[in-house]
């Protein structure tokens, strides 16, 4: 008995407000970030990730004021992700009451940024987001590279190296995504996550793709992920975070229950 | 009655004095002035990232006396949370051996390499996530917490003290007995992270603004 693994809804943000909105029973208006992220917090997540999609920067202040609020009123560990490009990005965003950002884009133009932000804050706030697509074909060894703007760049960079390089630079965490699955609900890329969470001696977070409960379980036995983050399974009502949780436990997983 | 968390650059400090408004009523301040610190009822002293940059800035913002100040008086309640837990010990083999403030005699040390559990799975390093804490020794701080409670980690070294007077919580991690948990006198101090580990977490730090040692 030990460790549980992690269960982590990924909410994506736009000007301060939850996209698209989550749909829990007895919440009037579903697109508060503060009444999604409690309610989340009381059905058992054990962490919860901000996605910032807000295009303009000037805009992006509703996003600091939106994570104060919550840090405010959850006593989970918050992630923050989507525009982290310097150091004093992350430092906002610390300072607001983010535990941990996820560096992505930034990390691929400047890889440096990483080791800079690792020494900076501590690697125990920097998770580095990994957008993998695989390009081998299916006759070949798999190989997957990395990915940039929603998985239309390819960088050319060999996923595995680069999640090696990543944590040498100083990644605490990394949050993998295959650009092949996401969106899919056809479960994880779980070649690319065994490959990845053997390559490296930090935790991994396995996302793109959740469908079903059985996704999850599949992620940690046989991708071998520390924790598993999907959105729209848990956003949607199809199933909740205490029902995921049992069905993990359920088959040998061991879950905070 | 005032609460201080001690603010020497280190960690992140709204979180922990967030969670404390949360529990109280009481006055909370983030700060490193003296007089507010000798002011205040209790203290709390936070600690996140490298052990050498945390005993480094210690000194720099002058704080450092007057948390042995404060641990030698043994009057005022203090919360050590993370590397404030660690700081408390002898010394850390981080960075090639830092020296800390010797309240606790024992060491901090890594976990080793290639841990593994009892089923030969790889353990991650950072330890990073929900564990258990088993309440090796009862304390008020524990008042109210299921034994074997789980808390939210997040590290790479982990606190190994001596005497086994002043070890209140034990977590497994691979083979690494952590201790989660350790004390003296006024002075408890914590690995994990109370003010992320949702209601149990809460209730330890109400638990610490309610403790009268």
Not at chain 2, 109 to 122: A, M, Y
């Amino acid at each position: 008995m030990g460790l549980a693994k992690r269960i982590i809804p990924c909410l994506d943000v736009d000007g301060g407000r939850v996209v698209k909105g989550v749909n829990f029973v007895g919440i009037r208006d579903a697109g508060d970030p503060v009444e999604i992220a409690k309610r989340y917090n009381q059905q058992g997540a054990d962490e919860i990730t901000f996605l910032d999609i807000t295009a303009s920067h000037e805009d992006r202040g509703t996003t600091v004021d939106m994570v104060e609020r919550i840090a405010g009123e959850v006593f989970i560990p918050l992630t923050v992700g989507g525009g982290i490009r310097t150091c004093d990005d992350i430092r906002t965003m610390l300072n607001a009451g983010a535990d941990k950002v996820s560096i992505n884009t930034a990390a691929v133009h400047d890889p440096d940024f990483v080791y800079e932000a690792a020494q900076r804050f501590g690697s125990q706030c920097i998770v580095v987001a990994i957008d993998a697509k695989r390009v081998s074909q299916s006759s070949e060894a798999p190989r997957w590279e990395i990915f940039t703007h929603g998985g239309r760049n390819a960088t050319g960079l060999d996923a595995i190296e680069w999640a090696q390089n990543m944590v040498a630079l100083g990644a605490g965490e990394l949050l993998l995504t295959s650009m092949d699955r996401d969106g899919t609900k056809a479960g994880f890329d779980l070649g690319l996550t065994h490959a990845i969470s053997e390559a490296v001696a930090v935790p991994v977070i396995a996302s793109g793709g959740v469908g079903n409960l059985d996704h999850l379980v599949a992620g940690v036995k046989e991708g071998g992920a520390d924790a598993v983050l999907a959105a729209s399974i848990f956003h949607f009502g199809e199933h909740s975070i205490p029902d995921a949780k049992r069905y993990m436990a359920e088959h040998g997983i061991e879950m905070r229950l | 009655m005032t609460i201080a968390v001690i603010d020497y650059g280190m960690g992140n400090l709204h979180s922990v004095a967030k969670a404390l408004e949360h529990v109280t009523h009481e006055h909370v301040v983030v700060t490193r002035d003296a007089r507010r610190i000798r002011g205040a009822t209790r203290l709390v002293l936070p600690g996140q990232g490298a052990i050498r940059d945390c005993m480094a800035e210690l000194e720099r913002s002058e704080v450092k006396g007057l948390v042995q100040e404060v641990l030698a008086d043994a009057e005022k309640p203090l919360l050590g949370i993370c590397v404030g837990e660690q700081m408390l010990l002898d010394d850390s083999e981080e960075n090639d051996g830092i020296a800390c403030l010797g309240f606790i005699p024992g060491k901090v040390r890594r976990f080793k390499h290639d841990l593994r559990d009892s089923q030969g799975h790889r353990l991650k390093v950072p330890h990073m996530g929900w564990n258990r804490v088993h309440q090796y020794h009862p304390h008020p701080l524990w008042d109210g917490i299921d034994d074997g409670e789980r808390f939210y980690f997040v590290h790479s070294y982990y606190v190994d003290a001596t005497e086994d007077a002043s070890v209140f919580g034990k977590t497994e991690y691979g083979d690494a007995q952590v201790h989660a948990a350790i004390g003296r006198g006024p002075v408890f101090a914590v690995q994990f992270h109370p003010e992320k580990s949702a209601g149990a977490g809460l209730r330890l730090l109400e638990n610490f603004v309610n403790w009268e040692p």
